[in-house]
């Protein structure tokens, strides 16, 4: 059975496709010094999440439409880390996030 060749456009589309994921990721990566959106495992309660942040040690800023989404505000750059040791999976920009996630504009 012979071969068929590869579409002469796939490549193409294959890297357009693998830049546009790296540009949507690296726009909701959160900035440093504001507030970040952490998205805990979807089966905890808030609760849970409220307690993993705060022995994670950071401030409490709001909370999302969904119980595993918490708005908090990092003191240092180790926060991010402490964050995942709790339980955290993603660390994001809230403000880019905030239409998805059911969140108040005000926050910075």
């Known amino acids: 059975m012979p071969r068929r060749p590869t ?19 690296l726009a909701v990566q959160p900035k440093p010094s504001r507030s970040v959106l952490a998205i805990f495992a979807p089966w905890w309660s ?44 993603l660390l994001l920009d809230p403000r880019l996030l905030a239409a998805c996630a059911g969140l108040s504009e005000e926050l910075s």
């Open 46 to 89: 808030q609760e849970d999440v409220l307690k993993a942040a705060g022995l994670s040690g950071v401030a409490i800023v709001g909370a999302g439409s969904w119980p595993n989404f918490l708005v908090v505000m990092p003191a240092d750059p180790s926060d991010g880390a402490a964050l995942y040791a709790a339980g955290a999976w």
């Open 7 to 25: 579409p002469a456009w796939l490549p193409a589309t294959l890297l357009l496709l693998a830049s546009l994921v790296a540009t949507a990721w």
